[in-house]
């Protein structure tokens, strides 16, 4: 297993486990616009040559990082995929104070993965997905 930044060549494997795995419906060139404005915030997971999952983020300031999107394919999940590439995105951003995040509300298990990771509910937001459903907003302060 290999964490990686992402690169032109990944975006298809990349779309379509962002199709697979989220609920709102992103294009390719939405997925592209993200990687040109913070490139070294889309990181792959890559097993045997293939991507198997990905996070995606962007600077808001010089210390805050928002979690944009967080996939590993089906079949790869429970294996620390998504753990790997939390952890792997942190060590780029050493300068990052404060990481933050909305999550479905309805996301039982991304909820308890980001909780395990010293995330916390800080607010609930209506209306934030196109299907209209709630957001919670969860943070972590690393120091």
Request: avoid cysteine; hydrophobic fraction near 40%.
């Amino acid at each position: 297993m290999a964490v990686r930044n992402f690169e032109y060549k990944d975006l298809e494997e990349v779309w379509e486990i962002a199709k697979e795995a989220l609920e709102e419906n992103y294009t390719m060139d939405f997925l592209l616009y993200l990687w040109q404005i913070n490139p070294d915030g889309f990181l792959v997971a890559e097993k045997n040559g293939k991507i198997v999952g990905f996070i995606l983020s962007a600077k808001q300031s010089k210390d805050e990082l928002r979690i944009l999107m967080l996939a590993v394919k089906k079949e790869y999940r429970g294996q620390g995929i998504g753990s790997m590439l939390l952890k792997e995105l942190l060590l780029k951003f050493p300068e990052v104070r404060r990481i933050y995040l909305e999550v479905k509300v309805e996301n039982k298990k991304a909820i308890k993965f980001y909780k395990k990771h010293g995330f916390k509910i800080k607010e609930k937001i209506k209306d934030f997905y196109t299907d209209g459903s709630s957001a919670y907003l969860m943070e972590k302060i690393l120091y």
